[in-house]
């Protein structure tokens, strides 16, 4: 079956010396990895490889036979440029690091257009806003509602946060975060990336970092911790 839909890169792996495979969260079909043959043949390809680094937008014609197996492009181009994205190193960071996460966390080869939503227009406020340190908290904690695991905040005046069941306790457990590990949390909940500025000092940032990722290994079977996070940490340092 032919598709065209817009699609969100979110790995490539160089496979034999010339080509690559391609995994994208795609408009219509959620996530779909491609064969790409000749990506790194000297030979003009509509395919370059520019297309595929961690979270470029593009718009795609492919053939999906739906059988498990790579799907094949037909036509490649990016839908929405990015001006800052892969120049500056902090959003570059970033966005590897998004991507890594979206690898290990995204597993259902299913439709999923409010996601596939929230990411692009996310994407695109990254691309065109320079106050981006805590565009990663931000997208973590907001992604957790499409996985099915946001934090319970209907009773959010009591000190600890349980993490196994996402729900603020008034007493603590093995599984409860401190009371000021839960105090960032709370604060991280009611932030928009609009109105993040400055939010966060650069140890707070570390603490919550840590917190989502521990929070992602709690409701996520066989989750993997990103490698690209120590890249994070160095860069916003």
Known sequence: MLVKTKA?????????????????????????????????????????????????????????????????????????????????????????????????????????????????TALLWLDSHDEAANFHLILLLEITKFLGFYPDGSQQEHSFFEMTGGIFAPYQSISCLSADETTLLRRLMVLKFDNSTKAFHVTERHILLKILLDYYAFHLDGFKRPKSIDVLKEVFG
């Open 8 to 120: 969100i890169v979110i790995s490539s792996l160089r496979y034999q010396e010339k080509s690559l495979i391609v995994k994208c969260f795609t408009e219509s079909d959620g996530l779909k990895s491609y064969y790409v043959r000749d990506a790194f043949s000297s030979k003009k390809n509509s395919q370059k490889t520019v297309y595929f680094r961690p979270l470029s937008i593009l718009e795609i014609e492919a053939s999906h036979k739906n059988k498990g197996t790579l799907e094949y492009f037909k036509e490649v181009r990016l839908a929405h440029p990015y001006y800052s994205i892969n120049t500056d190193i902090i959003k570059t960071s970033i966005a590897i690091f998004v991507s890594e996460m979206l690898h290990h966390c995204i597993k259902e080869e299913e439709k999923n257009q409010s996601l596939y939503s929230f990411l692009e």
